[in-house]
T-cell receptor, first 114, second 114 residues
Framework: KAGVTQTPRYLIKTRGQQVTLSCSPI?????VSWYQQTPGQGLQFLFE???????NKGNFPGRFSGRQFSNSRSEMNVSTLELGDSALYLC???FGSGVRDIQYFGAGTRLSVL | KQEVTQIPAALSVPEGENLVLNCSFT??????LQWFRQDPGKGLTSLLL?????REQTSGRLNASLDKSSGRSTLYIAASQPGDSATYLC?????????????FGKGTRLSVIA
């Protein structure tokens, strides 16, 4: 069974640009969560999608948005990039609730904002 | 607001030693607690999940315990090997809807010296 796939693995952008990251969950999983990981703040929750609906949202500005498609694949978008958005962005999938079920993580997308 | 703390931030041990990693959380109303492993530049690998009704879980040389009343979890690694070198993160999940699915500690970076 294929694991969680995140694309691209690496991205370099400049301030003010926007970026879209993609996550394909494990087959059969309906929940996708996104996290931002930085050396200073650690892992912080961005949002969770379940059956195309945003179920939970973390404390991030509106520049961070996401969506989930009918095949459970998810995308995350960051508009008007800032230097502080440089981070490893991790996606996790689970069969049901991200609260109850084991979450399986992808390898992440490393975003560098110059 | 839940806070998860892991002490120490880094640990270095000789090969073969048994060791304990600590995780504490401020809100005992958790649904479960997960331990993850992260290798440099990689995503997270789930090691063990302990439901709130359980006291411990075991997988091979790993044993995780949970004491909700004291807000603590430990990960015991027996007979450590150089391949165990990684960052270990614990994460607590909450039952209440609308909350962050997982709140992470900042991790303990483990080095096992051959």
């Amino acid at each position: 069974k294929a694991g969680v796939t995140q694309t691209p693995r690496y991205l370099i952008k400049t301030r003010g640009q926007q970026v879209t990251l993609s996550c394909s969950p494990i087959s059969g999983h309906r929940s996708v969560s996104w996290y931002q990981q930085t050396p200073g703040q650690g892992l912080q929750f961005l949002f969770e999608y379940f059956s195309e609906t945003q179920r939970n949202k973390g404390n991030f500005p509106g520049r961070f948005s996401g969506r989930q498609f009918s095949n459970s694949r998810s995308e995350m978008n960051v508009s008007t990039l800032e230097l502080g958005d440089s981070a490893l962005y991790l996606c996790a999938s689970s069969f049901g609730s991200g609260v109850r079920d084991i979450q399986y993580f992808g390898a992440g997308t490393r975003l560098s904002v110059l | 607001k839940q806070e998860v703390t892991q002490i120490p931030a880094a640990l270095s041990v000789p090969e073969g030693e048994n060791l304990v990693l600590n995780c504490s959380f401020t809100d005992s109303a958790i649904y479960n607690l997960q331990w993850f492993r992260q290798d440099p530049g990689k995503g997270l690998t789930s090691l063990l999940l302990i439901q709130s009704s359980q006291r411990e879980q075991t997988s091979g040389r790993l044993n995780a315990s949970l004491d909700k009343s004291s807000g603590r979890s430990t990960l015991y690694i027996a007979a450590s090997q150089p391949g165990d070198s990684a960052t270990y993160l614990c994460a607590a999940s909450h039952y209440y809807s609308g909350n962050t699915p997982l709140v992470f500690g900042k991790g303990t970076r483990l080095s096992v010296i051959a």
